[in-house]
């Protein structure tokens, strides 16, 4: 079945700094979401992509449809405390005519004040 | 308005026992989903309603997992004769429908078999 990689498992930052995370897949993905969990809630939708090569961002959020489509990646500036939490990618493939989405293991992200 | 909602919060049941999940989707939403996410784990699809057609229950991990949807709206997850291996949280989501991908989740339920 489709796949998703998310590495590192866990990421360590200064308050302050900028921090990019990607995502892989085995195959062609056509939708790309980037969700994020903090401890004892359910994850929240970040950003959703639905074109190649698309960029968009939510404030300190950017995300972006890799072109080959077997990838994106998040970008966070300007890190504070609270963007501490649990980041996870999902994705459609081409295949199938359901909605269901594949998920990443997520990445932990730790901010040290 | 409303986001997606689940009870209980949190679940403590002994070995054995069956145990009741219910989720309430954000109104209009067709499409629900119920997820498996163990201790530092990703998510772990379990079964999918898209309004009344038949579920896709091929994430269900075993026969004593069920779940059903009544009306199209409210769903309720049953785990039968619950192993310590069940413990989890159990995320509910749903979104749109047919065509549209952006789910939304509830809290989840922690359940813990003891």
């Known amino acids: 079945g489709q796949q998703l990689n998310q590495s590192p498992q866990s990421m360590f930052i200064q308050e302050g700094e900028d921090v990019s995370m990607n995502c892989t897949s085995s195959?062609?993905?056509?939708?790309w979401l980037w969700y994020k969990q903090e401890p004892g809630e359910g994850p929240v939708l970040l950003i959703a992509?639905?074109?190649?090569?698309e960029l968009t961002s939510n404030g300190r959020l950017t995300a972006q449809f890799g072109i080959t489509r077997k990838d994106s990646f998040l970008n966070i500036s300007a890190s504070i405390p609270s963007d501490v939490g649990i980041y996870f990618c999902?994705?459609?493939?081409?295949?199938?005519?359901?909605?269901?989405?594949?998920f990443g293991k997520g990445i932990t992200l730790s901010v040290r004040p | 308005g409303a986001g997606v909602s689940q009870s209980p919060s949190n679940k403590v049941t002994e070995k054995g026992k069956d145990v009741e999940l219910r989720c309430d989707p954000i109104?209009?939403?067709?499409?629900l989903y119920w997820y498996r996410q163990s201790l530092g784990q990703g998510l772990e699809f379990l079964i999918y309603?898209?309004?009344?057609?038949?579920?896709?229950k091929s994430g269900l991990p075993s026969d004593r997992f069920s779940a059903e949807r009544t009306g199209g709206s409210v769903s309720t997850l049953t785990i039968q004769r619950t192993q310590q291996e069940d413990s989890a949280v159990y995320l509910c989501?749903?979104?749109?429908?047919?065509?549209?991908?952006?789910?939304?989740f509830g809290p989840g339920t922690r359940l813990t078999v003891t």
């Open positions: 999902a994705g459609r493939g081409s295949t199938g005519a359901n909605s269901k989405l594949t």
């Open positions: 309603f898209q309004g009344n057609s038949a579920p896709d």
């Open positions: 195959s062609i993905f056509n939708t």
């Open positions: 989501a749903s979104s749109r429908g047919i065509g549209n991908y952006e789910q939304y």
């Open positions: 109104s209009g939403h067709t499409a």
């Open positions: 992509l639905y074109k190649a090569g």
